[in-house]
């Protein structure tokens, strides 16, 4: 089982203690996202866990946490967004310099390989344009290639109630090949999020945030996972679970698909207790409470491909 924590919120920013107290207690509940009377409860044994993706725009809170979660014998990594937008877009997030500072460092402490650089969303208005966007991406990658063995892009959606207007497929494509000739230079693989268009001509390729074989090196076993039935048809990711819960994040991104309100989520902040087994708030009494089937996604099955390093292991 891969825990996704969370696509729907930042919980190494916002929640670190939370988290850590979840994974002392073994268990997690979630509500529906459309129903909050209906729960499941989750297992976190380390046992049932393969490995925990998570998902941040600030790291920082976290990671006097991460030693404990090291000993818990739980393995993780980091998918972590800096884009290039200012305090106009994004309201509550440190700057790009501390940011790219604290990816630094975490990349430090972690290794290059459990952290990935999310440059997404990408929009265009008056003040973000193309020549813009490929001047920052520059820079940062000038600071942050050695750091990271990937960077995920995507293009702004449009959905209800968006202030934003999807990028012209011509748009798409100028940025496509201004960004792939910046990271060529680096050599930092470009790889696009849940994008329809293919532009593998400009050497960026169809991505999965949740990639299998990924986690694979990682943890060190090959894991049994489908692609996510619960994702967009674009999107590459394996399945996972996600514990997170919608309108919880209090960061301030205009383009925030997850957040609705930004005052519902401050209230829902503000309701917050990291003892509960609930993300906000605490359990009510009505809740229909349901114990949801997990398991190791081990792949046990032994591949032909496998058996000359075992022999050469059972030799040694």
Known sequence: MIISASRR???PALYPQWFLNRLKA???LVPNPYNRKKVSRISLSPDTVDCIAFWTKNPEPILPFLKEIDEMGYQYYFQMTITDYDSDMETELP????????FLLVSEMLGKERMDWRFDPIILNEKYTVPYHLEKFEMMCEWMHKATTR???SFVDTYKDSPFLELEQEDMIELAEGLSKIARNYQLPIYTCSEKIDLSRYGIQHGACIDKEKIHKLIGYKVDLKKDPGQRRECGCAESIDIGMYDTCIHGCKYCYAT???ESAKKKYGQHDP???????NLKGD????DKEVRSSRDNQLSLFDLP???MNSRK
């Open 9 to 11: 919120t930042d919980i």
């Open 26 to 28: 073994g268990e997690v």
């Open 95 to 102: 700057s790009i310099a501390e940011s790219m500072a604290t």
């Open 151 to 153: 960077c995920i892009i």
């Open 260 to 262: 609705g309100s930004l």
């Open 275 to 281: 003892g509960s087994p609930l993300l906000t708030g």
């Open 287 to 290: 809740e229909v409470i349901t």
């Open 309 to 311: 390093e075992m022999y």
